[in-house]
């Protein structure tokens, strides 16, 4: 529970984003390389030039640990690193959070219809899961994103732009349906040829109601399992690609954009990339714990594996 | 027993066959626009956008264009990029290929060795302190990006603690052949081993206590200590053996994710210049002719990867074997 | 004696509390005798010879009393000391054969690990220790079936097996928990047939525990009855047969159906069930379901009478 209000309070805080840009007057989306601050009543540009002769271009402010008043340093194009870890924050989690769903929602569906209908469904819809559950998920998931971020997408009426932050969600919620459906598909197997299921069969239950009445309320439970653990995992996975730059597409931000932003400060200005990443081990490790402790209150036969990254 | 391996080997061809179409799916059918302009990139002219639309034969049925697409890569290996004129991609691949393999390799051994020790110390004392630290270790190794933390790791050993006694030692970031200096090879990789087997080795650590420690409630283990032998005997060569069965499944699943995943990122902020950063530079230029050869290439060696860990598998458990 | 145990005491503090499964259990083995020890589902014959061989590895479990092997005190004793009687002096036989064996070793492996932990000789010579164990257990082709897996035997192989392992070192005192109780009734008069024939040949004393009266008549000695933690009833086999006194002993007694007269009407069950541990009576643990029960009842009986002893305060002398 502690860990649940530690990655509730991380939340919070990002949603919060845009009334501390506001409030510290930023613009945390556009360069603004001539900005000047006020740093213990001394004028100082965002951006510094370089005090050797040698060293090109310029260098951007580091942490000056005033909340408001570039807390965490500027970037390389001079923005707020503050502003931006929350707004990056605010895009992980929302795209974390709907993936997972769209993960479960199909997942489910998938392995209910194979699970409880079995035959021909049951045969393509495994066969079709084994393929994708043995592709590397990061492989599937850069070819992906590497063919939609190039034009975007077009389905029929609807048009996704490149830029979208749908696309990273589409992408991460279909990459991780095998992981969730498969152990669906088995519960539900094996559900399908209990006592309790026989006997209602054997009274004349439709289909229909036996899925809803005594198989839907067995699988959620493992549906709830999965849900801080596939937001972890959504977390890493996001983060990665947006490092790849394949995931969130500037000048929007996530946690993993800002750590590759700051790949290149790592020497200088470490607190670009420490700060997110920080962020990160934080959400993720408060989503394991209390992960843990879930599974341990309802699942205690753990059908559910820790995710991997 | 020849048998179950026979079976295993013909799903890993399938398995093969799905994903070569799966990935021909993708990068030629995704809806949305046309494919010679993904391949040839950004700002490509009408000629080089001709040029890709006959050598991969955009004009004829799209089994003939999948054959080709394979043939290039697997058979001929003349498919070449446009991004840089007439570089050929497959050559460029199989250059990169034992960088990523000594990564990988390294990586997985420490990874086996850290976790099989911690798994086993955190079972022989579970519920106190020794169990509890090393297990809240693990899930903080879980839960950091391994691209992250390599950075951590450049920043520690590139910068600043570049000049100290302790970490002096590092090289500068990039690789160094084998065959060039074993000694520069090994050092060069030891800070990229690290980085990259701590998560493996934090959710092994965590998967292995949890399952000595179901194997030591077992009966089994009951008669192990009736017959007298010493805990250190029970714990390594009852408990720990027959735990080690869910952990082989399980090291071919994650070996996979290791292949396709992390040690692409680590490979990236190490600058070490496997198939990953290979695919890492191409995604910068939107080569699509490298990215399809990297990611075919390397989902075939992590689906033969698990196929040789099943059946080590089914080497290692009777039940399996005699059936 | 090779055996006394005395005013044994096993308490497992748990959430609710210090909870007694044993409570103050004294009994002897002799040489070469065979004791039966009787009872339902938790009345603690089990966890008396558990106790004895000292693998309650729980952490929270609590050991009181004295128990003397050989004359050696082994409450107390230090792990190390203890493991070397353990498998040498003192063997277990274990009521399931099916979960009992380590799944992943061959059955040769497992009894020449036994072998080798208890005495110095060549692997070669502990595997063809194995085989002349097998032979001897009945188990045909032994020199083939040291290389099968457990999975590959069937339940009274398997229990052989365990039998095979468990005479490894010729044990003075061989502790039987239920061997029969998951075999087939055919299979399991042939695993009592051979405990008969190995304890003849060997002299070995057994501790035979079971919850069927039946298995009893034909190999105890002596029988000692459980319930609830304590002993209420002790005597040679045939006086226990002959003149059951204790109520709950009757009771069991009437639960079986005769072999010789006419058939009754129905047999009779025991009201009620055994009381949890956690909510024992605090006199005779025995007299809510007991028939008898009166005032005195209130108070723990003791274990009195020579040569038949019983814990009722129904008994003359009282």
């Known amino acids: 529970m502690a860990a649940l209000s530690v990655f509730v309070l991380i939340l919070v805080c990002c949603a919060l984003a845009p009334v501390y840009a506001s409030w510290a007057g930023v613009d945390p989306f556009r360069s603004t390389l001539d900005a000047v601050i006020i740093v213990n009543g001394v004028e100082q540009p965002v951006m510094e030039l370089p005090k050797t002769g040698l060293a090109l271009g310029f260098s951007p402010i580091g942490p000056t640990w005033q909340p408001g008043n570039y807390f965490l340093g500027a970037d390389n194009?001079?923005?707020?690193?503050?502003?931006?870890?929350?707004?990056?924050?605010?895009?992980?989690?929302?795209?974390?959070?709907?993936?997972?769903?769209?993960?479960?929602?199909?997942?489910?569906?998938?392995?209910?219809v194979a699970g409880f209908y079995g035959g021909l469904a049951d045969t393509i819809i495994s066969r079709v899961l084994d393929v994708l559950w043995a592709f590397p998920v990061y492989l599937l998931a850069i070819s992906l994103s590497v063919v939609m971020i190039t034009q975007g997408i077009r389905l029929g009426p609807v048009e996704i732009d490149s830029g979208s932050l749908a696309l990273p969600i589409f992408i991460i919620g279909l990459i991780y349906i095998p992981y969730v459906a498969r152990p669906v598909r088995g519960q539900v197997m094996s559900l399908r040829q209990s006592d309790f299921v026989m006997a209602a069969i054997g009274l004349g239950a439709s289909p229909g109601r036996i899925l809803r009445k005594d198989i839907l309320p067995n699988v959620s439970t493992t549906l709830i399992v999965f849900v801080p653990i596939m937001l972890?995992?959504?977390?890493?996975?996001?983060?990665?690609?947006?490092?790849?730059?394949?995931?969130?597409?500037?000048?929007?931000?996530?946690?993993?954009?800002?750590?590759?932003?700051?790949?290149?400060?790592?020497?200088?200005?470490p607190w670009v990339a420490l700060a997110p990443g920080i962020m990160i081990v934080l959400s993720v490790l408060s989503l394991n714990v209390f992960g843990d402790g879930l599974r341990d209150a309802l699942d205690p036969k753990s059908r559910v594996k820790l995710g991997r990254g | 027993m020849?048998?179950?391996?026979?079976?295993?080997?013909?799903?890993?061809?399938f398995v093969m066959v799905g994903i070569s179409m799966l990935v021909f799916l993708i990068f030629f059918a995704t809806p949305g626009v046309d494919p010679a302009a993904r391949i040839a990139g950004r700002n490509a002219s009408p000629e080089v956008l001709e040029a890709v639309r006959i050598s991969f034969g955009f004009d004829q049925p799209f089994y003939i264009q999948y054959l080709t697409m394979m043939q290039k890569i697997f058979v001929t290996g003349d498919l070449t990029s446009f991004v840089n004129r007439g570089w050929k991609v497959v050559p460029a691949v199989l250059d990169t290929i034992p960088v990523t393999l000594s990564l990988v390799f390294g990586a997985a051994v420490l990874w086996v060795v850290f976790s099989v020790i911690?798994?086993?110390?955190?079972?022989?004392?579970?519920?106190?302190?020794?169990?509890?630290?090393?297990?809240?270790?693990?899930?903080?190794?879980?839960s950091m990006p391994v691209y992250w933390l390599g950075e951590v790791m450049n920043l520690l050993t590139q910068s600043r603690f570049k000049d100290t006694w302790f970490l002096g030692w590092v090289p500068p970031l990039g690789y160094v052949p084998f065959s060039e200096s074993p000694k520069g090879w090994f050092l060069a990789l030891v800070i990229p081993w690290i980085t990259l087997s701590i998560l493996y080795i934090g959710l092994y650590a965590r998967v292995l206590r949890a399952s000595i420690t179901e194997a030591l409630q077992e009966d089994y283990i009951r008669t192990a200590r009736a017959k007298g032998l010493s805990e250190t005997r029970i714990l390594l060569v009852h408990a720990l053996r027959t735990s080690l069965i869910a952990f082989v499944t399980l090291f071919g699943l994650?070996?996979?994710?290791?292949?396709?995943?992390?040690?692409?990122?680590?490979?990236?902020?190490?600058?070490?210049?496997?198939?990953?950063?290979?695919?890492y530079d191409a995604l910068q230029n939107?080569?699509?002719?490298?990215?399809?050869?990297?990611?075919?290439?390397?989902?075939?060696?992590?689906?033969?990867?698990?196929?040789?860990?099943?059946?080590?598998?089914?080497?290692?458990?009777?039940?399996?074997?005699?059936? | 004696m090779i055996l006394s145990v005395r005013d044994l005491k096993v308490s497992f503090n748990t959430e609710a509390g210090l909870v007694r499964v044993l409570d103050g259990v004294s009994f002897d083995v002799a040489e070469g005798e065979i004791l039966g020890i009787v009872g339902e589902s938790g009345s603690g014959k089990t966890v008396t010879m558990l106790a004895v061989m000292a693998l309650i590895a729980d952490l929270n479990a609590r050991i009181e009393g004295s128990i003397r092997f050989r004359g050696r005190e082994l409450v107390g004793l230090p792990a190390r000391e203890i493991r070397q009687l353990r498998g040498r002096d003192m063997a277990m036989i274990f009521q399931d054969p099916m979960t009992a064996l380590t799944p992943v070793y061959t059955i040769g492996w497992q009894i020449a690990e036994q072998v080798l932990a208890h005495r110095k000789v060549t692997r070669r010579a502990a595997w063809d220790r194995a085989i002349d164990l097998l032979a001897e257990v009945g188990i045909p082709r032994p020199e083939e079936a040291v290389h099968r897996y457990p999975h590959q035997l069937s339940g009274g192989m398997r229990q052989r097996a365990v039998i095979a392992m468990a005479l490894t070192c010729n044990p003075a005192l061989l502790v039987a928990d239920e061997p029969t109780t998951a075999l087939d009734v055919t299979v399991q008069a042939q695993i009592l047939d051979l405990l008969r024939?190995?304890?003849?040949?060997?002299?070995?004393?057994?501790?035979?525990?079971?919850?069927?009266?039946?298995?009893?008549?034909?190999?105890?000695?002596?029988?000692?009855?459980?319930y609830a933690g304590r002993i209420v009833e002790r005597a040679p086999a045939d006086a226990l047969f002959a003149d059951p006194r204790h109520p709950y002993t009757l009771?069991?007694?009437d639960s079986i159906p005769p072999l010789e007269g006419p058939r009754p009407h129905r047999l009779q069950a025991i009201e009620g069930a055994p009381p949890s541990p956690l909510f024992r009576p605090r006199g005779c643990a025995f007299a809510p379901r007991c028939r008898s029960a009166f005032a005195a009842c209130a108070q723990v009986p003791a274990l009195r009478g020579a040569g038949h002893e019983v814990a009722c305060h129904l008994e003359p002398g009282t």
């Open chain 2, 254 to 279: 994650d070996f996979g994710a290791l292949v396709g995943g992390s040690a692409l990122l680590t490979e990236v902020v190490f600058g070490l210049q496997g198939v990953g950063k290979l695919t």
């Open chain 2, 2 to 13: 020849v048998f179950a391996i026979l079976q295993r080997l013909a799903q890993m061809v």
């Open chain 1, 232 to 269: 972890a995992l959504n977390m890493l996975t996001e983060s990665a690609l947006s490092f790849l730059s394949i995931g969130v597409q500037p000048p929007n931000a996530s946690w993993g954009t800002i750590i590759q932003d700051g790949q290149s400060l790592l020497y200088t200005r």
């Open chain 3, 197 to 226: 024939n190995l304890q003849a040949k060997h002299g070995s004393a057994i501790v035979f525990i079971t919850h069927d009266l039946g298995v009893m008549a034909e190999l105890a000695d002596r029988i000692m009855v459980m």
């Open chain 2, 286 to 323: 939107l080569d699509l002719p490298v990215i399809m050869t990297t990611v075919l290439y390397a989902s075939f060696f992590v689906v033969m990867a698990n196929a040789v860990v099943d059946v080590v598998y089914i080497l290692l458990d009777p039940r399996v074997r005699s059936a």
């Open chain 1, 77 to 112: 194009q001079g923005r707020d690193v503050m502003a931006r870890l929350l707004y990056g924050g605010l895009n992980s989690i929302t795209i974390a959070g709907i993936a997972t769903i769209l993960t479960l929602a199909f997942a489910t569906l998938l392995g209910l």
């Open chain 3, 251 to 253: 009771a069991l007694l």
């Open chain 2, 118 to 142: 911690i798994g086993v110390v955190a079972a022989a004392c579970r519920d106190r302190w020794p169990d509890k630290l090393l297990m809240i270790l693990g899930l903080i190794g879980i």
